[in-house]
């Protein structure tokens, strides 16, 4: 079983749609929590990062933590076409020296 | 722009040669991690150094190696490849080591023919 598993996609929407993208992990250690955002043939960046559980927002992006059932999700308000890219998953813990990443949902926002 | 550089961008070699990939870190970060890329398997974690040590290690295969040099940068060497080792090669740094924001660079994409 992989530490974390993300809703594989692809998923497309029309303009405006409101997006849930979701990741499920394994390790209870886990404490950080953040989303990264890759364009094609681009590295990834961080779009948000969180420690604790409930929601954090930053314009159209929440960012909601459910550590009881070990859950995450990244809600995108008002999607836009430049919202197109992978969206990735990544769960930290502090000894674990790394972030693990889930395999990325693939987003389409259609004009 | 992230302020990590990579290098090449693309490299096309034959199977059971040898190659290597060069990563600059962010001025001032002292954490520089490899990750691995490829379409069935996402993003997989493969070594981290931090100030020239190695502090984790992924599913790095034993044909792979890595160091990070006094300057900083790393190198990550892969040798005796193979079609399977066709990927895109992502290097990130961080100030701290272990957590927080990574910084990605554009990565190294290999093709093994």
């Known amino acids: 079983q992989k530490e974390v598993e993300q809703d594989p996609g692809p998923l497309s929407v029309p303009e405006g749609a409101i997006v849930s993208l979701n990741c499920t992990y394994s390790n209870s250690a886990f404490q950080y929590f953040m989303w990264y955002r890759q364009y094609s043939r681009k590295g990834p960046e961080l779009l948000m990062y969180t420690y604790s559980s409930g929601n954090k927002e930053d314009g159209r992006f929440t960012a909601q933590v459910d550590k009881s059932s070990k859950y995450i999700s990244l809600f995108i308000r008002d999607s836009q076409p430049s919202d197109s890219a992978t969206y990735l998953c990544a769960i930290d813990h502090t000894n674990a020296g790394k972030s693990t990443f889930g395999d990325g949902t693939t987003l389409t926002v259609k004009p | ?113």
Request: with cysteine; glycine share 10%; proline share 3%.
């Open chain 2, 1 to 113: 722009d992230s302020g990590v550089t990579q290098t090449p961008k693309h490299l096309i070699t034959a199977t059971g040669q040898r190659v290597t990939l060069r990563c600059s870190p962010r001025s001032g970060d002292l954490s520089v991690y490899w990750y691995q890329q490829s379409l069935d398997q996402g993003l997989q974690f493969l070594i981290q150094y931090y100030n020239g040590e190695e502090r984790a290690k992924g599913n790095i295969l034993e044909r792979f190696s890595a160091q990070q040099f006094p300057d900083l940068h790393s190198e990550l060497n892969l040798s005796s490849l193979e079609l399977g080792d066709s990927a895109l090669y992502f290097c990130a740094s961080s100030v701290a080591s272990g957590i927080g924001e990574l910084f990605f660079g554009e990565g190294s994409r290999l093709t093994v023919l």
